[in-house]
């Protein structure tokens, strides 16, 4: 359970979803709530699946280009943490990929649930480093279906929120969401920290031995 909670929270926190929502809004304010449903649902499908690849066949491509785990990490843990501020300041739609020029592409195309949604704004660099970095961590088979679940669970989440979007940015309004991602940017931030930190640790530690 401790496990679980571990991941799932470094996920969401990550992920951010809250922070999606007002994206999320502007691209579907046009559709109808059947519509809002079909996208929110393939969107959290879509992540499931992206997170789900970015776990198992992340460490074969590390392998393939002679990446180490720690540069990983350390290359991680940058993206993550500036993910992080991109939140406290307000900026997470341009460090998603979502900026003017996507927005109004998204508006055009009759399916958004892949591109721009799922991938970058929600299954980004940060969130696949940091599963590609847990599958090294996980060495029993226990430990991997826990992640597999708590990967299911954040998906479960996104549909949720993506779902309640429009009820979320009335009741919370503006000010209320980006008070939330500022928090949640907080988190992200110290997550990013503590896995640059680690690995530094690591290569230093390994290069004392030697």
């Not at 009759?110 to 591109?115: G, S």
């Amino acid at each position: 359970m401790e496990l679980f909670i571990y991941i799932f929270a470094a996920l969401f926190s990550v992920i951010n979803p809250l922070g999606a929502v007002p994206i999320f809004v502007g691209l579907t304010q046009d559709d109808s709530m059947a519509e809002r449903s079909r996208i929110s649902f393939w969107t959290a499908i879509n992540v499931f699946i992206i997170l789900i690849i970015s776990f198992f066949v992340g460490q074969y491509i590390l392998a393939f280009f002679g990446i180490s785990i720690d540069a990983l990490r350390i290359a991680g843990g940058l993206i993550i943490v500036n993910s992080g501020f991109a939140l406290l300041t307000g900026k997470f739609s341009k460090t998603r990929g979502v900026n003017k020029k996507v927005a109004n592409d998204a508006q055009k195309r009759n399916d958004i649930a892949l591109t721009p949604l799922a991938i970058p704004m929600l299954a980004g660099p940060g969130s696949m480093s940091l599963l590609i970095a847990l599958y090294q961590d996980s060495p029993e088979i226990s430990q991997k279906v826990i992640t597999c679940v708590a990967i299911a669970a954040v998906a479960v989440v996104i549909f949720l929120v993506m779902r309640s979007a429009h009820y979320l940015s009335r009741i919370l309004g503006a000010s209320g969401i980006v008070a939330i991602s500022r928090i949640i940017g907080f988190i992200v931030i110290a997550i990013g920290i503590q896995y640059i930190s680690s690995s530094v640790v690591n290569i230093l530690s390994t290069i004392t031995l030697k």
